[in-house]
């Protein structure tokens, strides 16, 4: 459930981000999913294999629905994922902006109807 909450959170973040650039926001907004989702995996794969290494026959007794640290760990190395990526993008669409020439010299002589 707590998962749920971090992703609405995520793609909201991320659409805001887009919206403020002037960006299509549902493609952030399924890219911070992808971004939260393929963190979660990594580390999922990294601690299960880690477990399989030091501990094989605790596999046989994993409950993956129950509350624990390990998840607690995972949300929050996730969140620090998703963050570090949206300040990622909002440095480089700032970078972009710069770039580019102010929206009024474009619209130096053109014709108003």
Do not use: C
Not at 66 to 78: D, K, M, R, T
């Amino acid at each position: 459930m707590m998962g749920i909450f971090i992703l609405i959170a995520a793609y909201r973040y991320y659409a805001r981000l887009a919206e403020k650039f002037r960006r299509t926001k549902w493609h952030y907004g399924f890219f911070a999913i992808g971004v939260y989702l393929g963190t979660q995996l990594f580390f999922g794969f990294g601690y299960g294999i880690y477990k399989g290494i030091t501990d094989p026959a605790s596999l046989d007794d994993s409950n993956f629905m129950a509350f624990s640290g390990i998840n607690l760990v995972s949300w929050l190395i996730s969140i620090v994922a998703v963050w570090g990526v949206y300040k990622f993008l909002e440095n480089k669409f700032e970078k972009d902006n710069l770039k580019k020439p102010a929206l009024e010299i474009e619209e130096i002589g053109k014709k108003e109807l």
